[in-house]
């Protein structure tokens, strides 16, 4: 883990560390307010505070975290993949999205994953380790300043959506993801401000996870990646699908759902002859109604190809015949704009590597 940063910490806790540090209290409104709201953890830029706090004050609450590896571009420049290089040398990467009504930014949770998925290039690489809050509110804070610096093509604008949909299971990392979903939600000067409702918590379907999400009573939006709907293929498909099988993933996602009044996003990552039969279709539109009824939304994924995977994406009849079936059983079902594929930068394409 990094040393501590300012976004590790709640406002209270900022509170207490800059005490400790012999400075007043409200400086900690002061830090935050640079980081959070200026997006900025340059002390050379906090001119309201004395010089010999801001050199202390940045030195314990700003150590550097990310450094930038590069940045390779797509879709004329509207999709950009950054790879990051952590403290320890550890890598990993994150992907901002620019769309005509809106600006996503995808970060990881963990480098690499534990979660061995077989069809995802970051399942392959195991689990390095996990990333501390402050790691990943920063893949948020560099995103939002480079949308308003205007970095992307379209000129300045606002970063919108977050997503954990990067490298890593966001509910294996359940504490840091937790308190990094409250720095990117909580109002200035706690956090960036964004609404919980333009965050996307992503998981393998980790059901106690999940159920404890509930508890904390947020209104950030659940995806499942479900990719099956019967357990003899998502066992292989999904392994965690051996402890928590498809009927307590899809409960705990139900009452997910009806605490928040969100519908779940429903993750299908479509593979030829693999998930891709009509009868899944059916069975997958008749599953979901029962457990989940208007409160699930499939979100067809054309598998993303990987190095060294024989698996392919379905033909485009199959899938339209897929969506359709789905459709027809009362479920909302659509085909995800995937994006950044020519620069691995798509779904289950980010391996880190140099
Ligand atoms: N671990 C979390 C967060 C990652 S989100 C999760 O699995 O939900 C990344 C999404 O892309 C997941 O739905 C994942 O299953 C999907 N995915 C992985 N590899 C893919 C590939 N090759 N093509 C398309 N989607 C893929």
Redesign the pocket.
Known sequence: MPKRHLADLSLPERVDAVRELGEQPFRAKQLSHHYFSRLSADPEAMTDLPVASRERLAGELFPPLLDTVRHIECDNGTTRKTLWRAHDGTLIESVLMRYPDRTTVCVS?QAG?G?A?P?????QGGLQRNLSTAEIVEQVRLAAAAMRDGALPGGPGRLSNI??????????NYKRVLDAVRRITDPDPGGLGISQRSVTV???GLAPAIRKLTAEGLQVRL???L?TPDDELRDTL?PVNNRWPVAEVLEAARGYAESTGRRVSI?Y?LIRDMNDQPWRADLLGSLLRKHLGRLAHVNV??????PG?K?D?SPKPVEQEFVRRVNEAGVACTVRD?RGQEIAA????LAAEE
Do not use: Y
């Open positions: 949770s994953c979660m998925c069809f995802c290039a970051t399942g997503v954990f949909m990067g490298m890593g299971e966001p509910l294996a992503s998981t393998v995806a499942v990646s990719h999904v993750e990552a994924i054309p598998l993303n190809p990987t995977s698996w994406a995937t798509a779904c289950g394409q």
